[in-house]
């Protein structure tokens, strides 16, 4: 039972272009949602997050979105660099689910911003 | 400043085998989560702990345990290893029992 869907696999764009990468969810329970991105050989690394009662956080190049009504997030790269060539993934979770504060992860999307 | 440190990076172990695996966290983190990431998959949520109790556990079989110590590192430990536990084990660690992790790079276990 995914209750996180990256149906994008892949995704390949042009240096300087915006990058869109999309997260569906199921659970209405989930209350905060998280971006990672992950390098070969390494650990995610946080990116943004956003709160269920907002519907867009913004930091830098990245903006998060969030459609609760259709349980849809994106992330918005803009301008896509080289270097973020990556693997995305869209995390949520909600503190009222259990006493844990664990992350359900999506299955990735990667991300090639062509030069 | 140090982030979280895993040890070891890789792993080759034999089917029915013993495994441990190890965290430290961030300076001043007092919680360590547990995830295990397939070949292309996400991460899989296995534990949380925080000031050395667990606080939740994800969907895995006996075989996984884990505990903290009062130094707030933390081990993971599966036993009679099986092929499909060969995955990425990510060790994330947070000031409180909260949403701000910091994943370390991991450790790659390969059951052979």
């Known amino acids: 039972d995914q209750q996180v869907k990256q149906n994008s696999p892949s995704l390949s764009v042009q240096e300087g272009r915006i990058s869109i990468l999309n997260c569906d969810y199921t659970?209405?329970?989930?209350?905060?949602f998280l971006w990672y991105k992950k390098y070969p050989a390494e650990g995610p690394t946080f990116l943004i997050s956003?709160?269920?009662?907002?519907d867009k956080n913004e930091d830098g190049r990245f903006t998060v979105f969030l459609n609760k009504s259709a349980k849809h997030l994106s992330l918005h790269i803009v301008p896509s660099q080289p270097g973020d060539s990556a693997v995305y993934f869209c995390a949520a979770t909600g503190v009222r689910m259990d006493s844990s504060y664990k992350l359900i992860f999506g299955s990735g999307t990667r991300l090639l911003v062509r030069p | 400043d140090a982030g979280v440190t895993q040890s070891p990076t890789h792993l080759i172990k034999t089917r029915g085998q013993h495994v441990t695996l190890r965290c430290s966290p961030i300076?001043?983190?007092?919680?360590v989560s547990w995830y295990q990431q397939v070949l292309g998959q996400g991460p899989q949520f296995i534990f949380q702990y925080y000031e050395k109790e667990e606080r939740g556990r994800g969907n895995f079989p006996d075989r996984f345990s884990a505990r903290q110590f009062p130094n707030y590192s933390s081990e993971l430990n599966v036993n009679a290893l099986l092929l499909g536990d060969s995955a990425l084990y990510l060790c994330a660690s947070s000031p409180d029992a909260n949403y701000g992790y910091t994943f370390g790079s991991g450790t790659r276990l390969t059951v052979v």
């Open positions: 659970n209405s329970m989930f209350d905060y």
């Open positions: 956003i709160s269920s009662i907002k």
């Open positions: 300076s001043g983190h007092k919680s």
